[in-house]
């Protein structure tokens, strides 16, 4: 039986999570890194998809629900892809909620997850927005304990979508763009002194937490 922990026992309104879109989104721009599946389009399990949603969930004012999550599964469920999948989005994804939807502006919400739809009536919907400096880190006591979660990231990255839309350099130590924009998935010691003046939007510490705010030792940013 899948494991919940303190997430609520129903699923939020798809008016009240960016994560239905980020599903959508990730299944377009991200493949699948390893296995007799590799190369096609990702996708996420049942009970990924539901710590997705919460983990973006909304109120009423498109502030989010959650600043702060940490995920506990046994080996093998899943846990890292998970997380490579959530840089990715991070990185350059629709991560953050951006306003409310116009009368016929295009709305995922509306299109009830068969892509984009004007949007009508009084209910308010979300649209979403990439981060605008994204800065993703991965952390661990050496930069060696980040190797599996990178190697997944670029698997997902590779021959990818994304890889071709956003003109992705993922050859590197440092996940970034071709053109010299701003942005980087990078991965860093939880103990490293560059940690100090860093502002990232995203980051995993040694645990697999998830977290969004105000710095904190052993939380991610967003």
């Not at 494991?3 to 009240?16: C, E, F, K, V």
């Not at 710590?51 to 498109?62: H, P, Q």
């Not at 994804?93 to 892509?115: I, K, L, M, V």
């Not at 956003?166 to 940690?195: A, C, M, N, W, Y």
């Amino acid at each position: 039986m899948p494991l919940t922990g303190n997430l609520p026992t129903s699923i939020p309104a798809r008016s009240r999570s960016l994560g239905y879109e980020i599903m959508r989104w990730a299944e377009r721009y991200i493949v699948q890194p390893d296995g007799e599946h590799a190369g096609r389009p990702w996708s996420f399990s049942p009970e990924q998809l539901r710590f997705l949603v919460w983990l973006y969930a909304i109120d009423d004012n498109g502030r989010w629900v959650y600043r702060t999550a940490a995920l506990r599964r046994a080996k093998g469920w899943g846990k890292t892809p998970l997380l490579a999948a959530i840089a990715i989005i991070e990185f350059i994804g629709p991560a953050r909620f951006s306003h409310w939807a116009q009368q016929g502006e295009p709305c995922y919400t509306c299109g009830g997850g068969a892509g984009k739809k004007p949007h009508s009536g009084p209910e308010k919907h979300p649209i979403a927005k990439r981060v605008p400096l994204p800065l993703v880190q991965i952390a661990a006591t050496s930069l060696d304990q980040t190797a599996n979660t990178r190697d997944m990231i670029r698997g997902m990255l590779a021959e990818s979508p994304a890889e071709r839309e956003f003109r992705l350099d993922i050859g590197k130590g440092i996940i970034q763009f071709k053109d010299g924009r701003p942005g980087r998935i990078e991965p860093v010691t939880s103990s490293s002194r560059g940690l100090e003046g860093a502002r990232p939007t995203f980051a995993r510490p040694r645990q697999r937490s998830f977290c969004r705010g105000r710095p904190m030792p052993i939380c991610c940013l967003r």
